[in-house]
């Protein structure tokens, strides 16, 4: 059993930053607990606030050595008023051909249809959880079971921009051209730029 039905863990990752910790598990419920505190943080803006990395289940604060330490941050972060729950961001409707290379892979390897893939893909909503990897690409929490799928083998030498993709239990979109291991079953001409989307905000894919 995950953390998340704990108290947060504050770790030291570095003589400037902390860890706090909500779940070892990925889960909606930790990533809610991440974005609560990564929007309480970010409004509050301390002075000895560098950075903020969230990611599913945890929440990277890099931080000013000569302004606060370890405990002084863990205590601001403890002063959330409830981590427990973040407002829902805006929703984002993402326009999608599903034309990508993988598509028919991933309809074999879980025996479906192209269709029944493309019904699953846009049936869901999706939870931006954190962006990370290159500027824009968010990483989507939400994807029905049924097209978990795994990353390629060797990863290509360049993914187009607009790309969507799937690796595991995440679904993602490529902002701009670069290598990438994700199943590729789509593409959108939606402008991803870098701050497109935010923690917290809701995705719908809509195919074209």
Do not use: C
């Not at 779940?23 to 505190?37: G, H, Q």
């Not at 890099?62 to 407002?87: N, S």
């Not at 993988?102 to 893909?121: C, N, W």
């Not at 993914?159 to 590729?184: C, E, F, H, K, N």
Request: hydrophobic content about 45%; overall charge negative.
């Amino acid at each position: 059993m995950g953390l998340v039905d704990q108290s947060p863990a504050y770790l030291p990752a570095s003589d400037a930053s902390l860890l706090v910790r909500f779940s070892d598990e990925i889960s909606v419920e930790a990533n809610r607990r991440v974005i609560a505190l990564f929007r309480y943080l970010h409004q509050a803006s301390p002075p000895w606030l560098v950075n903020l990395h969230p990611a599913y289940a945890s929440l990277l604060i890099d931080f000013d050595p000569h302004l606060a330490t370890h405990d002084e941050v863990a205590a601001a972060a403890r002063q959330q008023p409830d981590t427990h729950f973040a407002p829902i961001g805006k929703r984002i409707d993402v326009p999608v051909r599903y034309n990508g290379p993988d598509l028919g892979f991933v309809a074999e390897t879980h025996r479906l249809t192209p269709a029944q893939v493309i019904d699953l893909h846009a049936g869901a909503e999706y939870l931006v959880a954190f962006l990370g990897f290159a500027p824009g690409f968010a990483y989507l929490l939400g994807l029905p079971p049924q097209l978990a799928t795994p990353r390629l083998d060797r990863p290509r030498p360049q993914v187009p921009a607009g790309s969507v993709g799937i690796a595991g239990q995440q679904t993602g979109i490529y902002p701009s051209a670069s290598p990438g291991g994700w199943r590729l079953i789509g593409e959108t001409s939606l402008d991803l730029h870098a701050d497109w989307a935010m923690p917290g905000d809701r995705i719908r894919f809509v195919p074209q």
